[in-house]
């Protein structure tokens, strides 16, 4: 089949960056004998033909191919062949009629369809992989006769009879899902399809993982047929899955004394071996780390490839992410997305889980608890302490993750401050004050995420180990990130250091290697103002370089010192007149901020109002207050023609400057814009605390807000949902209390 490749006009048939010329190398590449070729081949035809999942003509001309080597029991890679077919057919099969796509050349393609019939027609081909002996063959041959067989007797027929073949848990709770996947989309297969998994779900003969993949995958078919006793059963079927805790080995971190046993639960350096990532099931979640974990400087040899470290830092993140490793780990995923809104159910599921003496089963609930806490309102205070618990000495790689997770939590994580201020004393008790800079990556990533955490939450405990990190300059930029959250108290630490990595920054680059932004950031947050001298010199730096956003965030740091600043206005004053916008609005916002000129001041900002940062100049505008008089003409104007967060700025400076005058107006634009884009709310609400009892009629969407269960806004983080919470609260409290007799 593959001396028929000539044959095709591949060149007119495009793909993701043009011209499809290189498709006949890459299925070439796919059978020969050099493995470094395959993993190029493969590479290269998911990354154009197949880029994001799309499918294009030369994809489906490619098909045939691509069959012919699953087909030959020569091809070196077939799984990986058979994984791309597969790859290919779910995304055909998921586009339906409303999801348009276009070829490159602009006209209207057909590709997803014309995959989708071409693999049907060859599903026989998927029949023979489900009985291959190679287990990756098999299992994209179970999947595939689920999704292209159209007969759906005869599917569940093959599938059924899959089922005692298979000894290995992976292979059987997808022999379970997809018969469940079947029922879902073929509605001939669902009566006989749900009947089978009730069959297996109470069959007590059965093993535990098939009863449980039965349980979960009936409950996918039927949401609506889940009873009070399905969760209950599936915990159960869990305990029995995992194995018993004297087979684990493992101890808690005792938080209340800060005792641990890292010394003698951390493998030895050389015993951090690399993962295996793609594998379903990784006995030792604590085993795995990163690609390069065998680098004992970390991310630090990206500097060396002038990668920015946060950079490199992000595709391990990203290497992580989505990472498997117990078998149910799929299975459990799909329970929760069943159980949805039933949140008290989920959370008893997630006990079991994040409480089980199987490591593997522990570490991958991390993730799912995450999900729950971001997507659900209430008391998590339960998930959070058995996140907390997750910090157990003889699981870093765990450790890490669930510290992590907790840092996303914001506030919600505060239950946990105790575990993690113990943690990270038994850390350095056992490894050494210089355990952030540990040479052992496991260990070393554990504790800099727990010191994160522990920072964010405003702790002076997390205080040592960043001094280390700062002094060191291993993972620097870690410890500058949170450095800020320590506030006012620690700025005698901190500001001299973080003010010597300033100075060291090379700013004459876009990506200065430590992250200028997040030293400014710092500095500002610390608020001390011997940093003013340094920030007005990375400002002078920044425009020597013409590097005019770092030098717009010197400034609002700048800003952020107020009158302590003063001394920077010869510096500031010239840039108010700057060309370039963003330049010109810090450098105004930061005039204002130091010298307090509202004559000077307002105008500059008045002009701005008709710029692309109207918002922003208006929020600067607020903080003048009545002196900016002369804007309010124009403010009230972008009530009406501003985008939403302009007329959301306009109306909170409106407010802040004219007061009562602009009532009706002001609270109209901030109600309308917040049902427009939830994303306003947090702004908008701190306006109407400002309003006190004029904002009485915003009550019934305040009340209405806190009503609502779920998280909301894409760009919303569990912590500025929460103080969308408190400001409701309050709004709602000040008031009852004002309507009250």
Same mark, same amino acid.
């Given at each position: ?59 489906? $001309? *490619?098909?045939?191919? %691509?069959?012919? &080597? /699953?087909? +030959?029991? @020569? ?7 058979? #994984? !791309? ?106 009566? $006989? *399809?749900?009947?089978? %998994?009730?069959? &297996? /779900?109470? +069959?007590? @003969? ?7 993949? #039965? !349980? ?114 799929? &299975? ?410």
């Amino acid at each position: 089949m593959i001396n028929d490749l000539d044959g095709i006009d591949w060149v007119s048939l495009g793909h993701a960056y043009g011209p499809g010329g290189e498709i006949p190398g890459w299925l070439r590449g796919m059978a020969d004998p050099d493995p470094d070729v395959r993993h190029q081949s493969f590479a290269g035809f998911y990354s154009a033909a197949h880029h994001q999942g799309d499918v294009y003509p030369c994809t489906v $001309a *490619a098909l045939p191919f %691509l069959l012919g &080597l /699953a087909d +030959d029991p @020569a091809t070196p890679d077939r799984a990986a062949v058979t #994984a !791309l077919l597969l790859s290919i057919g779910r995304e055909a099969a998921d586009r339906d009629d409303d999801d348009i796509r276009f070829a490159p050349d602009g006209t209207e393609s057909t590709a997803p369809a014309d995959a989708m019939a071409l693999l049907r027609a060859r599903a026989d081909a998927f029949v023979r992989y489900a009985a291959d002996p190679e287990e990756g063959v098999r299992r994209a041959g179970i999947e595939g006769v689920g999704l292209f067989t159209a007969d759906a007797d005869r599917a569940l027929r093959i599938l059924c009879d899959r089922l005692p073949a298979e000894s290995g848990t992976v292979e059987r709770l997808l022999v379970i899902r997809t018969v469940a996947d079947l029922a879902l989309r073929l509605g001939a297969a669902r009566p $006989a *399809a749900t009947a089978w %998994l009730d069959t &297996l /779900a109470q +069959d007590t @003969a059965a093993d535990p993982d098939i009863r449980l993949g #039965a !349980l979960v995958h009936r409950a996918r078919c039927a949401p609506q047929d889940v009873t009070a006793d399905t969760v209950p059963t599936a915990i159960d079927l869990l305990h029995r899955l995992a194995p018993a805790p004297e087979e684990s080995g493992d101890q808690g971190c005792d938080a209340s004394t800060g005792g641990c046993a890292c010394a003698e639960a951390d493998p030895a350096p050389d015993a951090e071996a690399d993962p295996a990532p793609d594998a379903p099931a990784d006995p030792a979640p604590d085993a795995p780390d990163a690609p390069d974990a065998r680098d004992p400087q970390g991310t630090q040899d990206a500097a060396n490839q002038s990668v920015p470290p946060q950079i490199a830092a992000a595709f391990e993140d990203l290497d992580r992410h989505g990472r498997v490793h117990a078998p149910t780990t799929g &299975l459990l995923e799909a329970f929760h997305e069943v159980l949805d809104a039933r949140v008290p159910e989920r959370t008893a599921l997630l006990t079991a889980q994040l409480d089980s003496p199987d490591p593997a089963t522990r570490h991958d609930a991390v993730a799912m608890a995450k999900e729950l806490i971001g997507s659900r309102r209430g008391d998590h205070t339960g998930l959070v302490l058995l996140l907390a618990r997750c910090l157990r000495p003889r699981e870093p790689y765990t450790t890490a993750a669930a510290a992590e997770a907790l840092r996303s939590l914001g506030p919600l994580a505060e239950p946990a401050r105790e575990a993690l201020a113990g943690c990270v004393a038994a850390h350095r008790t056992t490894h050494g004050p210089d355990v952030w800079a540990s040479r052992r990556p496991l260990l070393r990533r554990a504790h800099q995420e727990a010191v994160m955490t522990l920072a964010r939450l405003g702790d002076p405990r997390a205080l040592p180990s960043l001094l280390t990190g700062l002094d060191g300059g291993v993972d620097a930029w870690r410890a500058v990130q949170v450095a800020g959250s320590l506030g006012p108290a620690a700025a005698g630490e901190l500001a001299p250091r973080l003010i010597r990595h300033l100075g060291d920054a090379d700013l004459s680059t876009q990506w200065p290697g430590m992250g200028a932004g997040a030293l400014l950031s710092a500095l500002a947050a610390l608020g001390d103002p011997a940093a003013v001298p340094a920030i007005t010199r990375a400002v002078e730096e920044a425009m020597g370089h013409d590097q005019w956003p770092t030098a717009a965030c010197a400034l609002d740091a700048l800003a952020s010192f107020g009158t302590a600043a003063a001394s920077a206005l010869e510096t500031v004053r010239p840039l108010a007149d700057a060309e370039d916008v963003d330049l010109r609005l810090a450098a105004t916002g930061a005039l204002w901020a130091l010298e307090r000129d509202p004559l000077d001041t307002v105008p500059r900002l008045r002009g701005l109002l008709d710029g692309y940062r109207s918002h922003q100049a208006a929020a600067v505008l607020a903080t003048i207050g009545p002196p900016a008089a002369a804007a309010v003409p124009r403010l009230r104007e972008l009530l009406t023609t501003g985008d939403t967060w302009t007329r959301v700025h306009a109306a909170t400076a409106l407010w802040d400057i004219a007061g009562e005058t602009g009532t009706q107006a002001v609270l109209g634009a901030l109600l309308a814009a917040w049902e427009t884009n939830d994303t306003t709310s947090n702004r908008v609400l701190a306006c109407l605390l400002r309003m006190g009892p004029a904002a009485a009629p915003a009550l019934p969407r305040i009340e209405a807000e806190l009503a609502k269960p779920h998280r909301e806004g894409f760009f919303r983080s569990i912590a500025a949902d929460e103080e969308v919470l408190r400001l409701c609260r309050t709004v709602q409290e000040r008031l009852t209390a004002v309507t009250e007799p």
